[in-house]
């Protein structure tokens, strides 16, 4: 089962928008639903949408929250442009890699989900 540390790895290649490095993360078969609707299925696909992301810098709001495959964790997204989104990710990893990421635009964190500490946005 994949650990915490594929979040991180995904959350780098989310940043830096380097699509080979998520393609890795994934299943050849894996999906990432996002909070705008689109449904991206198969690696060539993710890689190129990673590809394609605009430049960001994504701050946990939460820990990783593992049961069992699920993984889940808030974040704070900020962009280049000024945009700002909270996001609720939620990703299926039965094995070493990612089978399905959706993920949704929120209002808050909950309060009891929130990090007990400030942590450090994810770099490059």
Do not use: W
């Not at 894996?30 to 690696?43: E, L, M």
């Amino acid at each position: 089962m994949a650990g915490k540390s594929i979040v991180h790895s995904y959350f780098r290649a989310l940043s830096t928008a380097d699509g080979a490095l998520a393609r890795s993360l994934f299943v050849e078969d894996g999906v990432i639903d996002d909070y705008r609707g689109g449904h991206r299925a198969g690696g060539d696909v993710i890689e190129k949408f990673i590809d394609a992301r605009p430049p960001r810098t994504i701050e946990l709001l939460s820990d990783v929250l593992q049961e069992g495959p699920r993984l889940t964790v808030y974040a704070k997204m900020d962009y280049a442009d000024g945009r700002t989104a909270t996001v609720r990710f939620l990703f299926t990893a039965p094995g070493d890699r990612i089978e399905h990421l959706c993920n949704s635009k929120i209002e808050f964190v909950p309060a009891e989900l929130s990090a007990t500490s400030p942590q450090p946005p994810v770099d490059a």
